[in-house]
């Protein structure tokens, strides 16, 4: 008699409306976690490549080959300054850290260096024996110590960058003048300084790609030109400027993610 009250009462409860329909609902499960917003916090360790344009002016290599070779003393008037266009790639890596704070904005410190392929060569007349010399210009070396002050917006931050800069540089004038070859060779390591800016997009936990743009001044600076076969030398005036875009790929250590 108890068992059938008891699958009686079972019955009718299940026939309540509402209380069936509940009976046959799906448990409810929790929702999925966000992923956690990237934090800039931290320094990072990378590696980039792209591309380099210089603007090089050259006074007076005009001077310094007639006036060493000539054989009676200076024989050159005025000023003659030619310029020199190098281009080519550049390779290298860099370091930095950031600090995220208020609570979008970035400040940071970065270390950069890279080797480069950037290479020009001109002409230019030599008036008293009518010949011409090869002007040839290189940049082997270029680095930099910035900081930069970006704006945070998810993933992705905006930024600006200023701060010293470096370069190493070698420089050719070759050629023959009145039937005596010469080779006049240069090494030029000079300070400067560079402002830039770029995107750095954080697109995969620690990983983020970099793009950036930079330009360089370095000035005037006189450079000893010696020809070691005719045991000369002389001065030569360069005042450079270096551009450069490049792509980097970095890797974000200690920023919590």
């Known amino acids: 008699m108890k068992k059938l009250l008891i699958v009686g009462a079972a019955t009718c409860w299940l026939g309540i409306p509402g209380l069936s329909l509940a009976a046959d609902m799906p448990m409810l499960t929790k929702a999925p976690m966000l992923p956690p917003v990237f ?28 006036d060493n070779l000539s054989g ?6 005025g000023v003659t300054t030619v310029s020199v266009n190098p281009t080519g ?22 270390g950069a260096a890279a080797g480069s392929t950037m290479k020009d060569s001109t002409t230019v007349a030599l008036p ?10 290189r940049t082997d070396f ?11 917006a998810g993933p992705w931050l905006f930024y600006v ?18 039937g005596i070859p010469f080779g006049f060779e240069g ?14 997009w954080a697109f995969y936990h620690h990983w983020s790609l970099v793009l950036e ?5 370095f000035g005037h600076h006189s450079v000893l030109m010696s020809d070691a076969v005719n045991a000369v030398s002389g001065p030569v005036d360069f005042k450079q400027s270096v551009q450069i875009a490049k792509l980097g790929l970095n890797f974000h250590m200690w920023n919590g993610q």
């Open 89 to 110: 790639a550049v390779v290298g890596g860099q370091f930095g850290c950031d600090y995220q704070f208020a609570p979008s904005w970035v400040f940071g410190i970065e």
């Open 187 to 200: 090494l030029d390591q000079r300070l400067g300084w560079v402002v830039g800016g770029g995107l750095d």
């Open 161 to 178: 960058k200023g701060g010293a800069a470096f370069a190493g540089d070698k420089y050719d004038v070759t050629g023959t003048f009145t």
């Open 142 to 152: 270029i680095a930099s110590a910035t900081a930069r002050l970006g704006y945070a």
């Open 213 to 217: 743009y930079d330009y360089y001044q």
């Open 72 to 77: 009676v003393g200076p024989v050159t008037t």
């Open 128 to 137: 008293f024996g009518g010949d011409t010399a090869l002007v040839t210009a």
């Open 39 to 66: 934090s800039w916090t931290g320094c990072y360790l990378g590696a980039h490549a792209g591309g380099g344009w210089a603007s090089k002016e050259v006074t007076d290599p005009v001077q310094l080959v007639q």
